[in-house]
């Protein structure tokens, strides 16, 4: 039973975001390719570097923070307004009468499924910036793709990678455990299920953006 439901939320989480995950990956690496040939005004910096700040800013920032922003808004409002419907019909009260814990079988799946799922996603994301970085730039005739991939492996740091994950994982529990908890505890109608729903998302782009913070002054 809790194995189907974790399944069922993995697939919701995860292939549900997975469309505008993509679009907003592939667009925010081609912007930060043209923004950045933009600023790039110096004959003394070689082109190659436009693709060494793409990397950096898509794996550091964009792809974990932003993606997670998104679904923040996603993902959180989504769990906040089915738990919130469930209390409210009374399902979660049956529920506990029945003799499960609800706690168990409702949220710790969604928790577990983001952990899961979301890191994933940015990763995914950052590997489509990436390539979007370079789509536009070849497109535009801002640089070529042989001189994109040179600066791609120019300077790579591996610990990028791990700082980014780390913050995938921070991010997903916000994600997953605070609209869970406006969710769980809404007391009233619809019109507590919407005020819940929309606190829960607002809560949770702040701990992102504080989680944010933290973690770049910890581990950078």
Not at 10 to 28: A, Q
Not at 133 to 159: C, H, N, V, W
Not at 168 to 193: D, H, N, Q, R, W
Request: charged fraction near 10%; glycine fraction near 8%.
């Amino acid at each position: 039973m809790y194995w189907k439901e974790f399944m069922h939320q993995c697939s919701e989480i995860g292939i549900g975001s997975l469309g505008i995950v993509i679009i907003i990956s592939i667009f925010m690496g081609a912007v930060s390719t043209l923004q950045t040939a933009y600023q790039l005004v110096s004959p003394f910096i070689p082109i190659s570097t436009i693709a060494q700040i793409v990397r950096d800013t898509v794996i550091l920032e964009f792809a974990p923070t932003l993606v997670c922003i998104v679904l923040a808004g996603v993902v959180g409002s989504k769990i906040a307004s089915e738990l919130g419907n469930m209390r409210v019909s009374e399902q979660i009260d049956a529920l506990e009468i029945m003799g499960i814990n609800t706690k168990t079988y409702l949220v710790l799946p969604k928790i577990v499924a983001a952990l899961i799922v979301i890191p994933m996603l940015v990763v995914v994301s950052a590997a489509l910036g990436i390539w979007g970085g370079r789509f536009a730039g070849t497109m535009s005739g801002i640089i070529s793709p042989s001189t994109f991939d040179k600066g791609l492996l120019q300077y790579f740091q591996p610990y990028n990678v791990f700082f980014a994950l780390m913050k995938a994982y921070t991010f997903a529990f916000i994600i997953s455990s605070i609209p869970a908890f406006y969710g769980y505890y809404v007391k009233g109608g619809a019109l507590e299920i919407g005020r819940a729903s929309t606190k829960s998302v607002v809560v949770s782009c702040v701990m992102i953006l504080f989680a944010d913070y933290i973690l770049a002054a910890i581990l950078l």
